[in-house]
């Protein structure tokens, strides 16, 4: 029996429509998600503080890849870095909580293709490559979401999850066209570029912290091994 398994009586687990029974998460795994989503957190913490203390940068116009370069753009192009080894230390991380379920396979698949792409991203920082990089990221994230709420809809527990996951994926999808327009400098949302890249880029982050709340809470959604 996996290491990650507890001991469960038969009160303790919940079965979807398709019979397969789920478990709680074993506290091992819910501390490594934990601090994988910490790790996450970090990113848009960094490219803060580092926008607010850039003289003449302008977080509300200007894209996140913008503090790549100049005297301090190292600590940009390594943000994007530790991000990327965050997204794949998170891609190993549910890989074991959704083995022997719906969306094992791809889930974490497109998760670690989003991860590969933020460290390579951090080195690329130049177009047409950092561009491509972006687009892989985004579309990977949102289809990642996508893929994951199958999981949901085929447990009773979290059909809510499920369009929850759905809107996540949706998201970036909607907004980062705005953020492409925007990025013309004689279209009226050209001011807010900053802005729309921000909202774009940010909803597997906000996903995961929310996805926190449940797990912790005891939701089952780890297939049972017995």
Known sequence: MS??????????????????????????????LTAGVAGTLSFPIVYLIEGATRSGYNPWQETISSLS???TGWIQRLNFIVLGIG?????????K????????????????IEGLGLVAIGFLIEDPLHTACLIVIVNAMSFG??????RFWSNPEWHGWGAFSVACGLWPMVVMPFFGMALN?????????????????????????IMLIPLWAGKRLMASTK
Do not use: C, M, Q
């Open 3 to 32: 290491e990650f398994t507890p001991h469960l009586s038969s009160t303790s687990r919940s079965h979807s429509p398709i019979g397969v029974a789920s478990v709680p998460l074993p506290r091992r795994l819910l501390i490594w």
């Open 69 to 71: 370069f100049g005297p």
């Open 87 to 95: 997204v794949l230390w998170l891609t190993f991380v549910w890989g």
């Open 97 to 112: 909580i959704l083995r022997g379920g719906k969306s094992a396979i791809w889930y974490p698949i497109l998760r670690g």
């Open 145 to 150: 979401l996508f893929v994951i709420a199958r």
């Open 185 to 209: 400098p004689h279209s009226v949302l050209n001011p807010y570029a900053g802005l729309f890249e921000r909202l774009a880029t940010n909803a597997d982050t906000v996903w995961g912290v």
